[in-house]
């Protein structure tokens, strides 16, 4: 091997420097460049000539400057201590690096992503003599007190176990078993690495059959996730994308949650950080950040970082999926994320497609969406991994490019609307341009836990859209020539979104939403259009249905009520029963019917 | 051009011509010892001294960016010398009252400052976990912005606006007025000016001179017949000094920077003579990163005692806010502050547009314990409502105002009150935030109780005072 004082800095711009004596570099390999070690990855390689992507800032870095080489790809850590983290795009932890210098983030920095000194207490669950197999658990630790932590034998690791410790306390580069392999023993312990660009392998993917539940109405009940699915959100600044994203890090009922904040602001982050411990899992009770990992990337951070970013955190999700779990995995924003892209691809010139993004593009977006799916893992458990990424598209057209790929490997779309967001109708999701491809799938789920789910929906979608086509008429003539039945539907749909469709994320009752009080909330609703409907058509003016007063009442229930007072909502109903009982007799049998 | 002031010890290579002068880039061949971003001086023929910076290094040649511009240059005359460090800018808190250049040097005919602090420029990132929530409402006095789109400090909060409306009268009434509600003192200003006219700096100068803040203001001019390539380092120099004084004097400071879209045109320009591949309408692709390299220098940091809150005036061309400058902006910022030509043109001033308006750090600003309790759910159910003036206005104009209903009419009074009573007010106009709740309560009765879905029972029992229901 050649000596390493001979590999040399040769160029500098920006993030891509170039090098001279790498003849024996590999691809992806991890450099640490100029005096300071700034983090690199080797990108190019031409005769003994490297590019190298930088993932830290580059000021006064000068030709000449030492090239380090470390043999080894860049690979995320993984073992307990990841939950509760915050990390930056290449496995940094913030928190770390606050303790270490101030609280800026200097070039040069290294501190590694698990605290090594910290000892777990592992639990055996196989004993000496046991055959052990890649993927399959070789004990226990509690990582938080939420999630129990599988220590997992490695992909490709398959042998007999020839000693393993007793339960206690160890550091994660403690020796916990020896294996024999056939390639001789090896020693297992809780510190495992993986190459960050490699996706982790599986047994086999199975179909999509349960909803990711969010607590948010419009997604949950209208255009489902399933767990194992992909979902995007497109929008332009100022509809909501960021919001929307922190409602589902926090009331989605995945076990693991990863937030990668991928060239955002950072007061976001700070945020998360500032909301995440306090709040409760509406399940468990427990703090959400005890499920939780966050990958901070913010837009002011390094580039080449932001590019990498997205796959340190996939790759922690997988790690936790193979524990058999379900993950969802929320990038926001994956424009941010595809501008990286562009940027490193015109820095190594190359050709540019589309708005000047690479050709590997919709590739790179393929490959990352395909990470998700419900799958059984090679220790033969079920897991899942979810996707939502935001999209921001440029100008809030839907026809750029990262928009119009992304909608190609995705499967549920929640198109966010300016004009929504502006009379700050929130979430901002369009019900006439959003769509979900899992409807189907998690019907049967739907239907067992919320029985007439099904039409719910449908009469839900069908009278909000005749809804849109009637404003064209109202655009043109105004509401007054509209006759009352077709009034009733305006009326009915302004219920459905005042009513319904819109959630207050920051109200204590409205937050989250339980499937059940969804269904309860949305029936109402309409028994009072199935009814309303049949009043009118027998007489009675819509007047009469506006001034019930369930009306008011119906509208504020969705705060009124929590999840746990679906009582207080069935005496609503009833009483809206009485109500237009009340109303059809007095149209059959009052003086005024012939009115 | 002036001798450098702050010109470091003489020391590194000299350099006598040049390969190549393109547009504001220089390329030295032969260069050894020189870092990516070094600080270059270059020589001209008269004799006067400006100042570059390294973009591209390799073995061979250095990429310089001239920031007082090329014209004049020759390569074979030209002379440059490296200084051997990145771009850095003494900073003190003697520089308060003081008027300087676009690249932090005295304009003001006083003395270069003394200061062995030398920072660097383009700063360093905030660690995420660092920061602190911004949460402390400030009240500008201004209603449109308090009532609707408040402000807290340590947010970013450009204007969008358009050629000839009035975002520097709007940003010298935030300067003279803005301030915590139980606090007395206002803010510590640092003004970058990027391209603008003369006598729009002139302006703002007489302001601060004015309301008597110029002595807590710094002010670094790169006008309009400054080289426009001076102009990529102003917003840095400002920031740094910013920072300075919020994180190391522990002050409270609103910097000011106008104008952006002159800011991204010279970005573009300097990418262009690069060769760079452009992305949408010339702009370079890294449009995003660098103008977040300079936003997200606002906020908070836990432990420190001061803060920086940012505004940015940006004149969106041809008022189209899908623009690249105003749309990249949008998505970097803490919201926006919309100004729109129609209400200038009605005559209503401030002209804050009510919809596309919106400041993303007001949700934790502003309520109970903050301003007042029923603040959201009023700013909330004034936007809502003003959304559907919005719906009978364009219907108002197809079928006349007549032939509306009665309800609709209402609205119609409503958005008219809206604008002439809450958006509209005095340029000298101060009004204390209770003040502007009240007005938004007094507009919002003009509804009858049932269109107010947002607002609780017990919130309208307090505060609204209107017809219960139409006739």
């Known amino acids: ?595 | 051009m002036k001798r450098l002031d702050f010109t470091v010890e003489d020391h590194g290579l000299q350099y006598t011509g040049a390969s190549r002068i393109e547009g504001p880039l220089v390329f030295i061949e032969r260069v050894q010892d020189v870092g990516y971003d070094e600080v270059v001086e270059i020589l001209d023929p008269a004799g006067h001294l400006r100042l570059g910076r390294v973009l591209e290094i390799s073995q061979t040649h250095a990429v310089v960016q001239v920031l007082e511009g090329t014209s004049g240059l020759a390569t074979r005359s030209l002379r440059a010398r490296f200084l051997g460090e990145s771009f850095r800018l003494p900073v003190s808190q003697n520089m308060l009252g003081r008027i300087f250049d676009g690249l932090g040097r005295p304009a003001d005919g006083g003395a270069a400052p003394l200061s062995s602090d030398l920072r660097d420029v383009n700063g360093l990132p905030i660690n995420p976990v660092a920061r602190r929530y911004p949460r402390e409402f400030i009240q500008t006095g201004i209603s449109a912005i308090d009532g609707m789109n408040a402000l807290v400090r340590g947010q970013k909060l450009p204007i969008f606006s358009g050629n000839g409306l009035p975002h520097d009268r709007l940003a010298a009434q935030i300067i003279r007025q803005a301030r915590l509600v139980n606090e007395t003192a206002g803010f510590v200003i640092v003004f970058a000016a990027m391209g603008i006219k003369h006598d729009v700096a002139e302006f703002h100068i007489r302001n601060l001179r004015e309301s008597g803040a110029l002595a807590h203001a710094v002010m670094f001019l790169s006008l309009a017949d400054a080289p426009s390539v001076e102009r990529l380092l102003t917003p840095r120099v400002a920031l740094t000094m910013a920072e300075h004084l919020a994180f190391a004097c522990g002050q409270h400071v609103l910097v000011l920077m106008t104008d952006m879209t002159n800011y991204c045109e010279s970005l573009r320009e300097v990418g262009s003579a690069r060769g760079e591949i452009p992305g949408r309408k010339g702009y370079p692709g890294y449009l995003y990163s660098d103008l977040a390299s300079l936003y997200e220098r606002a906020g908070r940091i836990e432990g420190a005692a001061g803060s920086i809150t940012q505004t940015a005036i940006l004149t969106m061309p041809a008022d189209d806010i899908s623009h690249p400058v105003p749309d990249l902006t949008g998505y970097i910022t803490e919201g926006q502050i919309v100004l729109d030509r129609e209400l200038f043109q009605r005559g209503i001033y401030p002209p804050i547009a009510g919809l596309p308006s919106l400041s993303r750090l007001m949700k934790d600003g502003v309520g109970a314990g903050y301003t007042r309790a029923d603040h959201p759910a009023l700013a909330s159910q004034l936007f809502a409502c003003y959304a559907y003036v919005k719906r009978v206005r364009g219907l108002a104009d197809v079928i006349g105002e007549e032939d509306l209903s009665p309800l609709d009419k209402r609205y119609l009074q409503f958005g008219e009150a809206l604008e002439q009573r809450l958006l509209r007010q005095g340029e000298h106009e101060n009004r204390p935030i209770a003040l502007t709740l009240d007005i938004g309560w007094e507009v919002l009765s003009l509804l009858p109780r049932d269109e107010l879905h947002r607002v609780s029972d017990a919130l309208a029992q307090q505060h609204y005072h209107g017809a219960e229901l139409l006739a």
């Not at chain 1, 989250?512 to 109402?524: D, G, I």
């Open chain 1, 1 to 595: 091997m050649m000596p390493v004082g001979n590999s040399l800095v040769s160029g500098v711009s920006g993030p891509t420097v170039t090098a001279i004596g790498m003849a024996e570099a590999q691809m992806y390999e991890v450099v640490e460049v100029g005096e300071l070690g700034l983090i690199g990855e080797v990108v190019r390689l031409l005769g003994d000539r490297a590019t190298i992507q930088v993932y830290e800032d580059t000021t006064m870095l000068k030709p000449g400057a030492p090239v380090r080489r470390t043999g080894a790809p860049l690979s995320v850590w993984l073992g307990p201590g990841l939950l509760g983290g915050i990390y930056d795009g290449i496995q940094r932890p913030l928190p770390g690096l606050l303790a270490h210098s101030d609280a800026w983030i200097r070039p040069g920095e290294k501190i590694d992503p698990l605290d090594l000194r910290k000892k777990w207490n592992f639990t055996p669950l196989l004993r000496a003599g046991d055959t052990l197999s890649a993927g399959q658990m070789l004990g226990e630790v509690a990582e938080t007190g939420l999630v129990k932590h599988l220590v997992m034998a490695p992909p490709g690791l398959t042998g007999v176990i020839r000693s393993v410790v007793a339960q206690g306390a160890y550091t994660l580069e403690d020796s916990l078993a020896v294996v024999t392999t056939a390639a001789g023993p090896r020693e297992l312990r809780m510190l495992q690495k993986w190459p960050v660009r490699v996706a982790r392998p599986i047994r086999e993917r199975l179909r999509i059959t349960e909803p990711l539940l969010t607590g948010q109405r419009i997604i949950d009940a209208l255009f489902p996730l399933g767990k194992g699915g992909t979902a995007v959100i497109p929008g332009g600044f100022g509809t909501g994308k960021t919001i929307t994203q922190h409602q589902l890090a926090k009331w989605s009922d995945a076990e693991i949650i990863l937030f990668i904040g991928c060239g955002e602001r950072g007061n976001e982050m700070t945020e998360v950080l500032r909301d995440f411990p306090e709040l409760q899992d509406p399940r468990s009770g427990r703090p959400l950040m005890e499920r939780t990992i966050l990958i901070a990337n913010t837009s002011n951070m390094p580039v080449a970082a932001r590019e990498v970013s997205i796959y340190t955190g996939i790759n922690l999700a997988e790690y936790y999926r193979d524990m058999g779990k379900s993950v969802a995995v929320l990038a926001d924003s994956t424009s941010r994320w595809a501008e990286a892209l562009r940027e490193l691809a015109a820095r190594l010139e190359e050709m540019p497609a589309e708005e000047g993004f690479p050709a590997s593009l919709p590739t790179r977006l393929a490959q990352f969406y395909e990470r998700a799916g419900a799958v059984t893992t090679l220790g033969g458990a079920r897991g899942s991994i979810s996707i939502v990424g935001a999209v921001s598209p440029p100008g809030g057209d839907f026809a750029e490019p990262v928009t119009q790929h992304t909608r190609r490997f995705t499967r549920c779309f929640w198109a966010l609307d300016t004009e929504l967001a502006n009379a700050r109708h929130y979430p901002s999701i369009h019900w006439l341009h959003s769509y979900s491809e899992y409807v189907e799938d998690v019907s049967a789920w739907w239907e067992q836990k919320a029985p007439g789910y099904r039409a719910l929906r449908n009469e839900t979608l069908a009278l909000l859209q005749r809804e849109e086509r009637l404003q064209q008429i109202i655009k043109l003539v105004g509401p007054d020539v509209l006759p009352d039945s077709q009034r009733l539907i305006v009326f009915i749909a302004d219920l459905l979104k005042d009513g319904f469709l819109t959630q207050n994320a920051f109200d204590e009752k409205d937050m989250f939403c339980s499937p059940e009080r969804q269904v309860a909330l949305l029936r109402l609703i309409l028994t009072l259009y199935r009814r309303g409907k049949e009043l009118i058509e027998a007489g009675t003016p819509l007047a009469k249905l506006r001034s019930l007063t369930s009306v008011p009442r119906l509208l504020r229930a969705k705060s009124t009520f929590s999840d746990a007072q679906m009582d207080g909502l069935a005496q609503l109903e009833r009483e809206l029963a009485k109500e237009l009982d009340e109303l059809a007799h007095a149209q059959a049998h009052g003086p005024g019917s012939q009115a």
